[in-house]
T-cell receptor
Framework: AQSVSQHNHHVILSEAASLELGCNYS??????LFWYVQYPGQHLQLLLK??????LVKGIKGFEAEFIKSKFSFNLRKPSVQWSDTAEYFC??????????FGRGTSLIVHP | DVKVTQSSRYLVKRTGEKVFLECVQD?????MFWYRQDPGLGLRLIYF???????EKGDIPEGYSVSREKKERFSLILESASTNQTSMYLC????????????FGQGTRLTVV
């Protein structure tokens, strides 16, 4: 069975600070990995995804994530956050089945 | 653009009522999912379907059933609503083949009183 663990449940930053959100997954085979974002009052939307190839994946709005297979990790990063990045962030893994499993989410608040 | 549309944004129902949540997708996706989103618990899978009339239980199916009579439509049914089913319900769809992501609807916030 696949599972996902997000280490940070609540993160509070000031604008221009750097961001790193941790995500670890549990699955022994080939995986697809995703980060989704949910802005206040909006639906979940895809930030970025990893399927194969370059382990450093770039997404929308300046976000990136690095897949480290040996650590079963897929951490999300952004060098300089903005107030508009305030949202909830979900890591997800899709292993042998076509069903994505989601982490518990990280609530990010960015103060202007 | 893929569009996943949920019939209601907000619903208030009474305990014991039968509740129907409807979801329609317009991209001919084979897979459709119903998740429940609760603070601190993330998204938990209730049911999914990989084809018309096919359904599989997810992690928390108790108290729910689903129906998929047409490829584009996936309904979640609360047979007898209870207060612990007050939550945000998210519908999603995806392709079966290939490495693709799930696309989500805007969610239905259900309150059972």
């Amino acid at each position: 069975a696949q599972s996902v663990s997000q280490h940070n449940h609540h993160v509070i930053l000031s604008e221009a600070a750097s961001l790193e959100l941790g995500c670890n997954y549990s699955y022994g085979g080939t995986v697809n990995l995703f980060w989704y974002v949910q802005y206040p009052g909006q639906h979940l939307q895809l930030l970025l995804k990893y399927f194969s190839g370059d382990p450093l994946v770039k997404g929308i709005k300046g976000f990136e994530a690095e897949f480290i297979k040996s650590k079963f990790s897929f951490n999300l990063r952004k060098p300089s956050v903005q107030w508009s990045d305030t949202a909830e962030y979900f890591c997800a893994v899709k292993g042998g089945s076509y069903i994505p499993t989601f982490g518990r989410g990280t609530s990010l608040i960015v103060h202007p | 653009d893929v569009k996943v549309t949920q019939s209601s944004r907000y619903l208030v129902k009474r305990t014991g009522e039968k509740v129907f949540l409807e979801c329609v997708q317009d991209m001919d996706h084979e897979n459709m999912f119903w998740y429940r989103q609760d603070p601190g618990l993330g998204l938990r899978l209730i049911y999914f379907s990989y084809d018309v009339k096919m359904k599989e239980k997810g992690d928390i199916p108790e108290g729910y059933s689903v129906s998929r009579e047409k490829k584009e439509r996936f309904s979640l049914i609360l047979e007898s609503a209870s207060t612990n089913q007050t939550s945000m319900y998210l519908c999603a769809s995806s392709l079966v083949q290939g490495s693709t992501e799930a696309f989500f609807g805007q969610g239905t916030r259900l309150t059972v009183v």
